[in-house]
């Protein structure tokens, strides 16, 4: 029991944003930025903003393009709200629901 | 949006269990014991222990019944692992759709 508990607690926390997550993914909702632009509006470090975008990248909330501007690089830009919320949900609710049935199989077993 | 992700971070946040609460869990599922003798058992402060005994009562992983053994007070026990389980995703689940709901009629409103 306790490793499904431990496994439920791992799984929630990759789903949770923090607050410069949710202030990048709203900047990126009115335009599409490169991780130095973020830094810069955000007043945050750039190693930061890259790890931050990697997180939403994950979670499906933002998307990203590669472009040649004279440097070549990504620039992101975040997935229309509706989107965005229900590839989130149903990302969550499948890894919940795989947790849950593994976790009954172990108490059962 | 902003508003949704922070409700859904929120309430995951609610339902991650730490290690001290998973040991309380477990103790519990062992025998029944008041705050006092948890906190003697695990070396945590009583304090810490009642907190955390409120937050797994709140999630449904433990109950508890009020005894008279000369003194007046509660003794706490596990909820039976796969009892405790399905309680714990049916809340998160039934919370999760909440949110999800209420992110898309503000997202259509």
Same mark, same amino acid.
């Given at each position: 029991? $306790?490793?499904? @508990?431990?496994?439920? !607690?791992?799984? *929630?926390?990759? /789903? =949770?944003?923090? $607050? %410069? =997550?949710?202030?990048?993914? !709203?900047?990126?909702?009115?335009?599409? +930025?490169?991780?130095?632009?973020?830094?810069?509006? @955000? &007043? +945050? !470090?750039?190693?930061?903003?890259?790890?931050?975008?990697?997180? *939403? +990248?994950?979670?499906? @909330?933002?998307?990203?393009? #590669?472009?040649?501007?004279?440097?070549? &690089?990504?620039?992101?830009?975040?997935?229309?709200?509706?989107?965005? @919320?229900?590839?989130? /949900? %149903?990302?969550?609710? !499948?890894? #919940?629901?795989?947790?849950?049935?593994?976790? =009954?199989?172990?108490?059962?077993?």
């Amino acid at each position: 029991m $306790e490793e499904i @508990l431990r496994a439920l !607690s791992k799984t *929630l926390r990759v /789903f =949770e944003l923090g $607050e %410069s =997550e949710i202030k990048i993914y !709203s900047l990126l909702q009115r335009e599409a +930025l490169t991780p130095r632009q973020i830094a810069k509006t @955000l &007043g +945050l !470090s750039e190693r930061i903003v890259r790890e931050k975008l990697k997180h *939403l +990248l994950e979670l499906g @909330l933002v998307e990203r393009t #590669l472009v040649n501007r004279g440097w070549l &690089g990504y620039v992101y830009y975040a997935k229309a709200p509706r989107e965005a @919320l229900q590839a989130l /949900f %149903s990302r969550l609710e !499948s890894t #919940l629901k795989a947790i849950e049935k593994e976790g =009954e199989l172990k108490l059962k077993g």
